[in-house]
């Protein structure tokens, strides 16, 4: 999404159009080996995925990842 909005195209989001979800009520569950892998991705796309997309498209005001 952020290379679309680098280079001006118009990025839509349609409400509910692909909503899939489980049937019944969810109950937060904490999960040490998925906040793991959370922190990890994270720290993957902040550390070498941002700085690349900014070398080969640039910035422009309103466009985040």
Partial sequence: GYALCVLD???LILDNA???HRPGIKIFKK???REMLTA???ALIRKIIVP???IL???RK???V
């Fill in 57 to 59: 498209y640039g910035t």
């Fill in 18 to 20: 692909f909503l899939v």
């Fill in 52 to 54: 690349e997309l900014k």
């Fill in 9 to 11: 195209y118009d990025f």
């Fill in 40 to 42: 990890k991705t994270n």
């Fill in 31 to 33: 999960d040490p080996h």
């Fill in 62 to 64: 309103g466009c985040a």
